[in-house]
Each structure stands twice: as C-alpha cells, then as structure tokens.
C-alpha cells in the first residue's frame, strides 16, 4: 500500500490541526495504520495506532487525549486530529501501515513496511 500524508502546517500553541493519510494500491481495512513524529535532533517515536483487528486505538503517553485516530475504509483515508498543541508537539509526522503486525511491535518502527513522506507541523509558542 502506498501512503501519502498531508495537513501539516504553522499553528500557535494551544492551537489544531488534522493530518490525513492517503492509501492507495490496497485498502486500509486490513492494516493497521499508525502515525510517528520525529522532531529536530530525536528518533522516531510512536504517536498513535488504530489496529487492523478490532479496531482498537492506542496512544503515546504524551498524547494525553489530545490527539485523535480515525479512519474512512471507504475513503481509504486515516486521520490524526490533534488538538491543543504545544511547541515540543513540532516534528515531521509520519502515516504508517502494516498488514501482519502484531501488538507487542506496534510501536516500533521497524515494524511496518509502508510509510508515507512525512508532513511537518510547526508549532510556535
């Protein structure tokens, strides 16, 4: 599945934003699809997943119920509402997908084989 991820931008602290990814090539039904973020000088780092079986989502810690995880089957489309930003929330975000991950590796990286090019959120404080 190919992933393109959009919605980034400028915003001031305290401030929203929605990502979306776009899926092609397969539908998402049968993915698990998951955000990351990698801000200046760190590593990539878990955000949020929606996993394929179930439906069930799972989140950072320090999401602390800001950020939301949705997705449109028939849209073949995934979402990230964040709301209520903070500066240390700036970073490029990614949309990522797995057919065959399993819950004890959702929040690593190296755990799925599509990704999408990233879209930067700044936010400014």
């Known amino acids: 599945v190919q992933l393109q991820a959009s919605g980034g931008g400028l915003v001031q602290a305290g401030g929203s934003l929605r990502l979306s990814c776009a899926a092609s090539?397969?539908?998402?039904?049968?993915?698990?699809m998951t955000w990351f973020r990698q801000g200046p000088g760190k590593e990539r780092e878990f955000v949020a997943a929606l996993f394929r079986s179930g439906g069930n989502t799972y989140y950072a810690d320090f999401v602390k119920g800001r950020f939301t995880i949705s997705r449109d089957n028939a849209k073949n489309m995934v979402f990230l509402q964040m709301n209520t930003l903070a500066p240390e929330d700036t970073a490029v975000y990614y949309c990522?997908?797995?057919?065959?991950?399993?819950?004890?590796?959702?929040?690593?990286?190296?755990?799925?084989?599509?990704w999408g090019q990233g879209t930067l959120v700044t936010v400014s404080s």
């Open positions: 090539g397969r539908n998402i039904r049968g993915y698990t």
């Open positions: 990522a997908a797995s057919g065959r991950l399993i819950l004890s590796t959702m929040r690593s990286a190296a755990s799925y084989d599509s």
